[in-house]
Each structure stands twice: as C-alpha cells, then as structure tokens.
C-alpha cells in the first residue's frame, strides 16, 4: 500500500507498534504523524463527511491504542492494515447509524474550513458522497478502498476480512449499479 509516507515505510511502522506495545508510550505519536493524513482520507471518504472522519480517526486510534498496550495487536498482520481495518470498522458504523437517521450524506456539512483546495476537496467529497449514496454498505467499501484508496483486492480483502472473490464480487456489483445510475441520469 502506498498510503504512507516514504519517511516511514511499513517495516518502520511494526517497528513502532513494537515499541509502544513493549510500553514506549511514546512511540505512539510517530505512529499516529506517520498514518493520519492517509487514514483521514479513508475515513472521510467512506462517511463523505470530513469532521466525522476526524471523529471516527480519533476513536480508530483510541482502539489502536488499546489494542497495542493491552498486547491484542499479535504483529501477524500489517500495522497498515490493521489500522485501515479499525478505520474502515468504524467509518461504516458512523455510516449505519448515519443512515437510520435518514440523513443524507449531501445534506451534512462537509467542513468549516475555508480556501480555495479545502472548497474544491469539500466539492469532490460532496459529489463522490452523492455517487455512493446508494450503493450498500459493502459495495461502497469495497470501492472506496479498492479504486480511491488505490489498494489491490488482496489488500481489500484483508481489510474488511473477506476472500478476493467477495471483493470482486462486490465491486462488479457496484460498478453496475453506478452505470446504471450514471445512464438514468
């Protein structure tokens, strides 16, 4: 995966996670600079909503957190991974309880933020929020992950802990659904 900075490369990042669960606290912080920008795109982009993102990337990391100085993180699985799981976990809960509010993603306000790159993202945000809209939960996942997140399927799979074939499957599934709304339209 290429979502983290060349500074610090995957062998860096289970390094630091070996630190901070070996009790160097500390470690964390690294971690955390290494892997936000990153995971705050993954997040916002499966919500479609940038303060929730912040939101749901907080409390990602709180469970990180947990994770590692309570020895549940075993290192089997990428620091990278691992996160983009707990990110993905909790963009898609924020999404569920979103949805039984009936609150539609282009009606949220998508940040407060101003200039002209934060009001040309919020727009981008904004129209790939209304493209996801109707897709199903594990369609628009398997999506954002695999074509805006730019992970391969075997990544994607890892992710959401599902096989390559369900991957596939739902991304044909959700492309369809996407030209066939894109051709009523």
């Not at 303060?51 to 709180?62: V, W």
């Not at 469970?63 to 100085?69: H, K």
């Not at 020895?71 to 809960?93: C, K, M, P, Q, Y």
Request: some cysteine.
């Amino acid at each position: 995966m290429s979502r983290v900075p060349e500074e610090c490369g995957v062998a860096d990042l289970q390094k630091l996670a070996r630190r901070v669960a070996s009790g160097e606290i500390e470690a964390f912080d690294a971690l955390v600079v290494a892997t936000q920008g990153s995971l705050l795109k993954l997040a916002a982009r499966i919500v479609g909503d940038v303060d929730e993102a912040e939101d749901i990337l907080q409390g990602a990391y709180l469970r990180a957190f947990d994770a590692l100085t309570g020895g549940a993180f075993d290192g089997r699985a990428r620091v990278e991974t691992w996160l983009h799981s707990i990110v993905v976990n909790g963009a898609r809960d924020a999404y569920r309880v979103r949805k039984r509010r009936d609150v539609r993603l282009s009606d949220m306000a998508l940040s407060d933020r101003v200039g002209p790159e934060t009001a040309l993202a919020r727009v981008a945000l904004r129209e790939l929020a209304d493209l996801l809209e109707g897709l199903p939960e594990e369609q628009r996942t398997a999506l954002v992950l695999k074509e805006v997140e730019g992970m391969t399927s075997s990544e994607v799979a890892k992710t959401l802990g599902i096989s390559e074939g369900a991957v596939e499957q739902r991304l044909v599934r959700a492309r369809q659904t996407l030209r066939e709304r894109m051709q009523h339209e």
